[in-house]
């Protein structure tokens, strides 16, 4: 039962789990609005506007623990991108400055799909 939030249905109800990416194309059975991502962004939110108002410096530190193993997403994340939006893993031999260079590439080929303009909690 401690992993069916991060693993998917099978045909049968059986828990598929995301290790060596063997199900990363299903959805995981945890909804969107209740996973661990949207119950941090609703808190950083909420901590957000308690502040607005208030004249004291403050820190927040949002780390999100997503995407992690087992690579299972709630829908509709989970299908958002295929292997062709991946680039491929940067290995040791490739220079820093190239590897810099190809995540930039691909920072720049993911920034249309990011609403920045939105605080709404999925």
Same mark, same amino acid.
């Given at each position: 039962?401690? =992993?069916?939030?991060?693993?998917?249905?099978?045909?049968?109800?059986?828990?598929?789990?995301? %290790?060596?990416?063997?199900? /990363?194309?299903? !959805?995981? %059975?945890?909804?969107?609005?209740h996973s661990?991502?949207?119950?941090?962004?609703? %808190?950083?939110?909420?901590?957000? #506007?308690?502040?607005?108002?208030d004249p #004291? !410096?403050?820190?927040?530190? *949002?780390?999100?623990?997503? &995407? =992690?193993?087992?690579?299972?997403? &709630?829908? &509709?994340?989970?299908?958002?991108?295929?292997?062709?939006?991946?680039? !491929?893993? /940067? %290995?040791? +031999?490739?220079?820093?400055?190239?590897?810099?260079? #190809?995540?930039?590439? +691909? #920072?720049?080929? *993911?920034?249309?799909?990011?609403?920045?303009?939105?605080?709404?909690?999925?």
């Amino acid at each position: 039962m401690e =992993h069916w939030a991060i693993s998917a249905a099978g045909l049968d109800g059986e828990a598929l789990n995301g %290790r060596l990416m063997s199900h /990363a194309d299903k !959805p995981a %059975r945890v909804d969107k609005a209740h996973s661990e991502t949207a119950y941090m962004t609703s %808190r950083a939110i909420d901590f957000l #506007r308690e502040t607005e108002s208030d004249p #004291r !410096p403050w820190v927040l530190h *949002l780390s999100y623990i997503k &995407p =992690h193993w087992p690579y299972i997403a &709630p829908a &509709p994340y989970h299908a958002l991108y295929t292997d062709d939006d991946v680039l !491929p893993a /940067a %290995r040791w +031999g490739v220079s820093i400055l190239e590897g810099m260079s #190809r995540l930039a590439e +691909g #920072r720049a080929q *993911l920034r249309p799909r990011v609403d920045e303009t939105s605080f709404e909690t999925v």
